[in-house]
């Protein structure tokens, strides 16, 4: 089966920089990935996906990067501001189920 | 987009009782549903995929018996936590699949069960 899991648990960052959160998984055979936010006593909130058929993929501040190679992907959220305060699961998807990562709690320092 | 609404958001009930979860995909048919367990500074949990007119599918170590799942409709699945102990307590997040979409997952706002 799938296991997801993420190199850090813990992030904090300085409002204006650059964030980059850590994501590895198991299965080679993955073909879609996804990231979600989630705020305390809220569900996951979609962020972006990636296929297995990418390597990057741009949102509004937010780049998705696949290293299929080493079974690795990485949220990078650009300027963060306060409300990306949040915490953030990989997750892996396929047809009939959707499993997540442990997640890394961001905070952002003013 | 589509939207899956959760209800209750929060619910507190005692020790021994049943409370009733509804997970519901507002503007879209879901035949597949999934409910998720999430305790405080963890991820969330797979317990069981609802899936419309037939039996739940549940994780290894999920009790079917504890934790009732009916699909009765393409728009409705609820889960039913029978006989409620205290380390039932978690936040429940249900999951409903749109089938028009490749990958297709929306997912609730999240019950807070609190058994006491």
Redesign the interface.
């Known amino acids: 089966g799938e296991s997801v899991g993420l190199h850090l648990p813990t992030l904090s960052v300085q409002e204006g920089d650059n964030s980059i959160i850590n994501c590895a998984y198991s299965n080679s055979a993955s073909d879609?990935f996804?990231w979600?936010k989630q705020e305390s006593?809220?569900?996951?909130?979609?962020i972006i996906?990636i296929r297995s058929n990418m390597d990057k993929r741009q949102g509004q501040r937010v780049t998705v990067l696949l290293n299929k190679t080493v079974k690795h992907l990485s949220l990078q959220i650009a300027a963060t501001q306060p409300g990306d305060s949040a915490v953030y699961?990989c997750a892996v998807?396929s047809?009939?189920?959707?499993?997540?990562?442990?997640?890394t709690s961001l905070s952002v320092i003013p | 987009g589509a939207v899956v609404s959760q209800h209750p958001s929060r619910v507190i009930c005692k020790s021994g009782t049943s409370v009733k979860i509804e997970c519901r995909s507002l503007d879209f048919q879901a035949t597949t549903m999934f409910w998720y367990r999430q305790f405080p500074k963890q991820s969330l949990m797979l317990m069981a995929t609802s899936n419309e007119g037939s039996k739940a599918t549940y994780e290894q170590g999920v009790e079917k018996d504890k934790f009732l799942i009916n699909h009765a409709s393409l728009t409705l699945s609820t889960l039913t936590v029978t006989s409620a102990h205290p380390e039932d307590s978690s936040f429940y997040i249900c999951s409903a699949r749109d089938s028009r979409v490749p990958y297709g997952y929306t997912f609730g706002s999240g019950t807070r069960l609190t058994v006491v």
């Open positions: 879609y996804i979600y006593g809220k569900g996951p909130q979609f996906d699961f998807a047809y009939d189920k959707v499993i997540f990562g442990p997640g």
